[in-house]
């Protein structure tokens, strides 16, 4: 079992069945005891879900141990987020121990869920990182019951008359998990009773593996901003094992850490290879689009399309793109125009249909045909700020003035920016 430092405060998630309750039991009787207490979550699925927390805090109570009972409610997260009930309510589960106050999270994961969780991950695609299992420390998340399989666990909870609670919902196999356990890891055992020891030894082969290319997929060039990322071209050019692993480190960076799977990383580095303005569905609301020389990763309701028109003044005008600025001052990374040259009919606006856009040199051409030219992505476009007048655009915000408002020696020259709202 780990070794627990007595300097540091853990939680540990008891569920109430006889996994987690040995485990409680085993660090409860340690000499020193730990600092520690319990958590124990009610994820409003079962009818009796409460009184296995309630069967929890009262095991707490005997051993003097402190227990926070926290509800959540995963079948209106499920519906509201579109997932199964065994994601949304690890979602949910690990966003409670997130926000604990403690230096560790103990999880009473056994070595039968180690070669079931392998076991999962190769029927879903997954690579090595999947293949390679579940691993004894994982950040602030520790495993101490890692290296016992169930049998010893029931061993060890017969032994010393530790109580436990039985899950309704843990023979149910229309649970993947469940149908693994219940029918699958058996037929095997039957047919090798090394079957789990087996399973684990390949997993432990593979994470060697997975390791060291781990070290090779570099994701300093990434750009991450707010709830997305571009992704360099030539990233995703690399060897597929490299290219895979960057993807993977992209979305844990933005907390997606479940459920991107082979046939979502194949997609993307297909995406890389199309022309600009393709998109692909990714899993928890996230899209994938081809932008030119990056792959854009975003929620898909980013850079949706806003329409409104707000006549066109100097100073401050709030749009629902953010505050724009027209002011006699410089302003950092501003456009310069020559105000004088703004019709009194102008407006704040996005895009509509026959815009045309006179470029900076001379050269009329549809504002379409003139944002392909300059690469701006396709799912940016309406959400740029325009200032014109009819279908005649005379300012993009951030990329060009039209040379129907450029500076002369005439000319009063005025700085135009938008201060974005921030998605």
Do not use: W
Not at 285 to 306: H, L, R
Not at 313 to 335: A, R
Not at 374 to 386: A, C, F, G, T, Y
Not at 387 to 403: F, H, P, Q, T, Y
């Amino acid at each position: 079992m780990i070794n627990f430092d007595l300097t540091k405060k853990y939680a540990l998630a008891v569920s109430g069945g006889v996994d987690s309750m040995v485990m409680l039991h085993k660090i409860a009787s340690l000499s020193p005891r730990p600092n520690f207490f319990v958590v124990t979550v009610n994820h409003g699925i079962r009818q009796e879900a409460a009184s296995d927390c309630q069967f929890v805090a009262d095991y707490c109570k005997q051993l003097g141990v402190e227990c926070k009972i926290v509800a959540v409610d995963a079948p209106a997260y499920c519906k509201q987020h579109k997932v199964s009930t065994e994601t949304g309510a690890r979602i949910l589960r690990y966003q409670v121990f997130d926000s604990l106050d403690c230096d560790y999270v103990a999880l009473a994961h056994n070595a039968n869920d180690n070669a079931e969780t392998v076991l999962m991950h190769i029927l879903r695609g997954s690579g090595a990182r999947g293949a390679s299992g579940i691993r004894e420390q994982n950040g602030k998340y520790l495993r101490p019951l890692l290296d016992m399989t169930r049998e010893q666990i029931e061993q060890y909870a017969n032994e010393h008359n530790v109580p436990h609670v039985e899950d309704s919902t843990n023979g149910d196999v229309k649970y993947t998990r469940n149908f693994i356990r219940h029918k699958v890891l058996p037929q095997l055992t039957e047919l090798n009773p090394a079957a789990v020891q087996n399973i684990l030894r390949f997993a432990d082969n593979v994470a060697q593996d997975d390791e060291y290319l781990d070290l090779l997929a570099d994701v300093s060039t990434v750009v991450f901003d707010g709830n997305g990322a571009r992704i360099p071209k030539e990233l995703l050019k690399q060897p597929t094992p490299i290219a895979y692993r960057i993807i993977c480190k992209v979305f844990n960076r933005l907390g997606v850490f479940y459920d991107v799977e082979k046939v979502h990383l194949d997609s993307i580095i297909e995406l890389s290879g199309n022309v600009g303005g393709k998109s692909v569905n990714l899993p928890f609301g996230y899209v994938a689009i081809n932008d030119y020389d990056y792959v854009t990763v975003c929620k898909g309701e980013m850079g949706c399309s806003q329409q409104f028109e707000i006549p066109f003044k100097i100073g401050q005008t709030e749009t629902p793109l953010g505050v724009v600025e027209v002011s006699e001052e410089y302003l950092p990374d501003s456009l310069r125009i020559d105000v004088d040259k703004i019709p009194q009919t102008a407006v704040f606006r996005t895009r509509q249909q026959g815009d045309s856009f006179t470029k900076f040199g001379g050269g009329t051409k549809p504002l379409k045909k003139y944002l392909i030219d300059k690469k701006i992505p396709e799912r940016n476009r309406d959400s740029l700020l325009l200032v014109a007048d009819g279908n005649e655009v005379l300012v993009i915000c951030g990329v060009e003035i039209s040379d129907k408002v450029k500076i002369d020696n005439k000319s009063r020259k005025y700085y135009i920016k938008l201060n974005k709202n921030v998605i």
